[in-house]
């Protein structure tokens, strides 16, 4: 892992990041379910004419509409994200089990030696049967 660079989650789902990156911009940069109330400030800002006209477009085109209250959306994120985590983590992102009322099929294991060079034919072969 890198703790560098941590992973943040900023949106529900990928519709709702294209409506926070449409309508706050720069929030992506600045916040996620992490942050609270005296850090939070809406943000909406657009640097010239020419990125508001790309914004007004892609809205348009992608039926986008602004979230009403981008800190209550986040906070609701983050609960929901909290609902669903079955093992914390220290970055508190947590691991979710995305298949809990789903039957899981684990695939096949590609049985090897450990001493046993791999050559790409062979997992080329065994990539192509795992459909």
Do not use: C, W
Not at 46 to 52: D, G, M, P, S, T
Not at 61 to 73: A, G, M, R, V
Not at 89 to 103: A, F, H, K, P, Y
């Amino acid at each position: 892992m890198d703790f560098d660079a941590p992973v943040k989650i900023v949106a529900r789902n990928f519709h709702d990041f294209l409506r926070i990156m449409s309508f706050s911009p720069n929030a992506l940069d600045i916040f996620d379910i992490s942050t609270n109330k005296s850090e939070f400030k809406e943000t909406t800002d657009f640097n010239n004419e020419r990125q508001a006209k790309v914004r007004e477009m892609f809205t348009q085109k992608f039926q986008l509409e602004p979230i009403d209250s981008l800190y209550e959306y986040l906070q609701k994120v983050k609960q929901e994200r909290e609902n669903e985590i079955v093992v914390t983590t220290e970055d508190g992102i947590g691991v979710v089990n995305q298949n809990i009322n789903l039957e899981v099929k684990h695939p096949p294991i590609f049985d090897f030696e450990k001493e046993e060079n791999l050559t790409i034919n062979n997992v080329k072969l065994f990539l192509k049967t795992q459909r």
